[in-house]
């Protein structure tokens, strides 16, 4: 991988790809499809290929989709928005790794996660917003359909407008902005990157304890408990055998 | 409002008239139907806190009822009917869609109140509902997803097809087929629903899952453990950071929040990775 700047024009060109990725992933979570295209899984190495590092991109996308599984949309409630932070975080990540030279390593994964984490939260407020937008596209509906314009309903598809803007307005912004992590992670010392690794580990942890609560049935720790041990006793055998 | 027609004989000239005309014939064209389909994909395009998703429904409804009723005095009091309050999980919705278009037909020939529509909405989505957030939202999302991410360091990006092709396959059969019977059964896809055995699949799934989760425990143990590089001693610090972090949260997640125990998380690895204790 070759490490260097990106010049002004392919940066400018990373953050267009990731506005039209994003965007399009912030209004098939919820408003178009819903064919899991914006899951962190799918959504982090689809990015990250357009932006040259489908690796890194699955690298990301793996714990944060285990990190979020138990994130469910039931009627009124919000999730934290984890395809906002994926397609951030891909965004600024993937190229801040071209830069670097080294990819998206854990170091910079565990920094990157640490600083965009909060997108996720600006990404539920982003979806009430939008929401009480399409309240006010209710209203004309109704009154258009009252008024005897059955067609007024196709008004429906501009409630993907806002999603899509917000979305990717962020992702170019942090596209934008992955010179700066560049250079935030170049300047680590190598025991910061070592604690980074450390960290990354915990983020991991973290993710297969979020999968476990995800599933949402009392019995499921103590069967992945019981798998865990099986699957670390066959790796012991396995390996002393070798 | 039309008035029911008399079956004509196969073949004669008033069956060939009604082929073109669904009211008539009774049947909408698969072309119409496809494209409410189509726009079943649109559901919560429009998602508001006031009707939820009644504006993705009378959007999905409109080419139905601009076949069902050609004067538009009589689709827009058929598209206000669509307007009501209505929130279901969006793949089910896909049968009760299907069973709306068959109803409006039935209520243009007369057979029965338009009321019964607006009935049929409201008895049908909150059972749906919960169906589908249970089985796809919290059985067979986790369930595929922790097999993609289990099977990630051997397939590499071919997990995401592993992932997406699980999931779509069952989530896109689904939709086609409560929208077919919804159509074909009206008001009877509660029964085709009924024999569909979710509960059993969704048990199932929550099992496999459960598994699926012991087994990336394990991998992220050993692969905290191992040395970064060759002949270097193992990381039992990073190894028991692991272990004690996915213990402890699993026990208090619900009690503490996401992001407390994510930046709680971060620290500890932080202050262990770079031998701060």
Known sequence: MAAGPLSPLHLLQFAALSALVGGLAAIERKGALQLMLSRPLVLAPLLGWALGDARSGLMLGVPLELLFLGGVNLGGSIPENETLLAGALTAALVPAGLIGGRGVDPALAALGLALFYPLAVVGRRLERAAELRNGALLE??????????????????????????????????????????????????????????????????????????????????????????????????????? | ???????????????????????????????????????????????????????????AMAPALAAIYPDPRARARATARHLEFFNCHPYLAAGILGAAVRLEEQVAHGEIAEERVSALKQVLAPPFAALGDGFFWLALRPAAALLAAATAPALGLWSLFVFLGIYNTVHLGARVWLFAEGYRRGEGIVAAVAHAHVPWATALLKLSGAALAGILAARSLLVALAPPQAGAPLRLGHAALVAATIVGMTAILPRLRFAAALYLSLALGLAIGSGFF
């Open chain 1, 140 to 242: 004309t509906v109704l009154a258009r359909v009252q008024g005897g314009d059955p067609n007024a309903v196709e008004l429906n598809l501009r409630g993907l407008w806002l999603p899509f803007a917000s979305a990717a307005a962020i992702c170019a912004a942090c596209a934008l902005a992955s010179p700066l992590l560049a250079a935030v992670r170049g300047a680590c010392g190598p025991r910061v990157v070592l604690g980074l690794e450390g960290a990354w580990h915990a983020v991991w942890a973290l993710a297969v304890a979020c999968a476990i609560r995800a599933i949402r049935d009392p019995r499921a720790p103590a069967i992945a408990a019981a798998i865990a041990f099986v699957a670390l006793g066959a790796g012991a055998l396995f390996g002393s055998l070798r």
């Open chain 2, 1 to 59: 409002m039309m008035a029911a027609a008399g079956r004509p004989t196969e073949g004669s000239a008033a069956a060939r008239r009604d082929r073109r005309d669904p009211i008539a014939s009774g049947r909408l064209p698969a072309t119409t139907l496809a494209r409410v389909f189509l726009r079943s994909f649109f559901l919560q395009a429009a998602w508001n806190p006031r009707g939820m998703q009644n504006l993705g429904f009378a959007h």
